[in-house]
Nanobody, 124 residues
Framework: QVQLVESGGGLVQPGGSLTLSCTAS????????IGWFRQAPGKEREGVSC????????YYVDSVKGRFTISRDNAKKTVYLQMNSLKPEDTAVYYC????WGAGTPVIEDYEYWGQGTQVTVSS
């Protein structure tokens, strides 16, 4: 059974840090690009960061450049999103997703498998 499970979300103060993890089971992570997406209340889901199958190519939305870092450990079947200098506007449910055919771009429709999401709340 194909499954993606996110973890690491929580409540953090502005300026703080969190590391999200996305762990895969039921398929070989090496064959998939992985994306992190987020959805805030009343807003559309947006691509935050993506990484290619080998990790050689990454994407970041402008609002997180310089603050977030995506990485992957295929041996551990896990993709990480290190989030620093968090802002209240980063508050959202964060989802990871897997794309077998793509190179790691933030096109939601390209991703075949999705996790259930993890809540990130940035507030004082």
């Amino acid at each position: 059974q194909v499954q993606l499970v996110e973890s690491g979300g929580g409540l953090v103060q502005p300026g703080g840090s969190l590391t999200l993890s996305c762990t895969a089971s039921g398929f070989t992570l090496d064959y998939y690009a992985i994306g992190w997406f987020r959805q805030a209340p009343g807003k559309e889901r947006e691509g935050v960061s993506c990484i290619s199958k080998t990790g050689g190519s990454t994407y970041y939305v402008d609002s997180v450049k310089g603050r977030f870092t995506i990485s992957r450990d295929n041996a551990k079947k896990t993709v990480y999103l290190q989030m620093n200098s968090l802002k209240p506007e980063d508050t959202a449910v964060y989802y990871c997703a897997a794309d077998e055919w793509g190179a790691g771009t933030p096109v939601i429709e390209d991703y075949e498998y999705w996790g259930q999401g993890t809540q990130v709340t940035v507030s004082s």
